[in-house]
């Protein structure tokens, strides 16, 4: 009954508009297979205004009412080498959410540059990526479905320095936007977690250089891969690409629907799908044994089997997965081994995200519930070493979003990773700062400096929460880095 009810009432929001379906955005594109839908109660100066403020939240679906006006933000006119772009919610569910440009610089440092607003609030942004280019930013939307809005947000950044809401979309199958990636065409990979109602399964959806939705993977027509992701649950988080090797692995964490009120227990997923980028074709599944939630995968550079590290949640381990190594025991591709036990902090941390030096020499991992950031040096492969304390307590609340910046001598994590509020079982604490550590010599990591999101927009956004990253560092005008 759960799952029905909101897919009937979602479907029926859509049907409802999909006549009337025109673009949302200042260059008015229009994706050839998403959709990008108006808001269903349009901005009417003083009228939604005070409807936004007294909404009653209701049992699932939100009422879909406009952003309140936003107030002026105080920002600084200066130009950093270094940039963070911040993809961050509104606090108070009510405001735009907002895109905030920083200065990353040493004498600058938490500076704000820009603050970008979408037309649209309680999307509860997720992850931010960039294209190859540094001219295009896309950020998702995790919740934007319970209020009938589109899900991927574009930004304009040609002037790093003033980043432009471009337009918005959503998708047909799928929702529930997670990890990106940049193609080399100017398009984007990008893993949608769950159907177009929350469900499983979700798709791994393609953009053309101009952000708007080509393919929604596997196609319906193609029957073998379609029914993989049927037959098991197919929950895309992770997503890592080797576009030279042309394939793509994606890790499935939890079907979405299923952290929502009311529910019978988060439904966590164990495994994996190696796709190949000729045709996007499904060609295995590697299952890590009770897994409970593989939220991320990404690729080690440099490794001579093209092997990835996949962080196992419930478990709190990392395991390698060699996607051509051939298993003995099934005779099929696609090998999962343990690599590291995170210890006690990291079991049931209800989120595991990481990054991975561009060497391929170091890892870090942040665990959520356990308040802790943890590095490993994987230079090694059979003798992994652990480079932080794990029993040190360290000052970060909820820590998720992990970042190396280019010049690899500062790591950027976020303290937030979801609050979905009454209707949902899935509630994490969070300080709601970004922490900016050092990395020592030995790769090893030491807190520094932090700007306070939540303070700092108290009084505009009702506060802030701030999920993921983009850095550009521009110290180098003829080389720039857009990680």
């Known amino acids: 009954m759960h799952s029905s009810a909101l897919g009937f009432a979602l479907l029926g929001s859509l049907v409802s508009y999909l006549a009337n379906a025109t673009p949302t955005g200042a260059n008015d594109k229009r994706s050839p297979l998403g959709l990008s839908l108006p808001p269903l109660i349009p901005k009417i100066p003083g009228v939604t205004e005070p409807l936004s403020e007294n909404a009653i939240p209701l049992p699932i679906l939100q009422l879909p009412t406009p952003p309140l006006p936003s107030i002026p933000f105080p920002v600084k006119n200066i130009k950093p080498k270094k940039i963070g772009y911040i993809w961050t919610g509104a606090g108070d569910n009510k405001h735009a959410d907002f895109l905030a440009t920083i200065s990353l610089d040493d004498d600058t440092f938490g500076e704000f540059v820009a603050i970008t607003d979408v037309p649209t609030s309680g999307n509860s942004p997720h992850h931010l990526g960039t294209s190859l280019d540094g001219k295009t ?19 304009d950044t040609t002037d790093p320095y003033n980043p432009k809401f471009s337009h918005s979309n959503r998708a047909i199958l799928s929702s529930i936007v997670d990890e990106i990636r940049a193609k080399p065409d100017g398009g984007f990979l990008i893993t949608y977690m769950g159907s177009a109602v929350g469900t499983s399964p979700g798709r791994l959806v393609e953009t053309d250089k101009n952000g708007n939705i080509i393919h929604e993977h596997p196609e319906i027509t193609d029957i073998p891969s379609t029914l993989n992701i049927l037959t098991e649950q197919f929950s895309p988080h992770g997503l890592t690409v080797d576009f030279d090797k042309r394939i793509a692995i994606t890790s499935d964490f939890v079907v979405p629907l299923s952290v929502l009120k009311p529910t019978t227990g988060i439904q966590r997923a164990n495994t994996l799908r190696v796709f190949s980028l000729d045709g996007y074709k499904i060609l295995s599944t590697i299952t890590i044994p009770n897994g409970q939630g593989i939220q991320d995968v990404k690729f080690i550079p440099g490794n001579p089997e093209t092997a990835a590290l996949a962080t196992a949640v419930g478990l709190g381990q990392v395991w390698i997965i060699y996607p051509f190594r051939t298993d003995p025991t099934t005779g099929k591709k696609g090998v999962a081994k343990l690599l590291h036990d995170l210890g006690p902090k990291a079991k049931d941390s209800m989120a595991i995200y990481s990054d991975i030096s561009d060497d391929g020499k170091l890892a870090y991992f942040t665990l959520t519930l356990g308040n802790h950031v943890a590095a490993l040096d994987i230079s090694d492969l059979d003798n992994v070493k652990r480079l932080d304390d794990p029993n040190e307590t360290q000052p970060i609340i909820g820590p998720h979003y992990v970042k190396i910046s280019p010049d690899k001598k500062n790591l950027l994590v976020l303290g937030y990773f979801v609050q979905a509020g009454d209707i949902s079982v899935l509630n994490t604490p969070g300080d709601y700062k970004l922490h900016w550590l ?29 999920h993921s990253a983009v850095i550009f560092d521009l110290t180098d005008p003829a080389n720039p880095i857009y990680y």
């Open 137 to 155: 930013l896309i950020g998702g939307g995790l919740l934007s479905l319970l209020k009938t809005q589109d899900t991927a947000f574009y930004f």
């Open 438 to 466: 050092d990395i020592l010599p030995n790769g090893g990591i030491q807190f520094n400096r932090t700007v306070d999101f939540e303070q700092t927009f108290t009084n505009t956004y009702g506060g802030a929460r701030p």
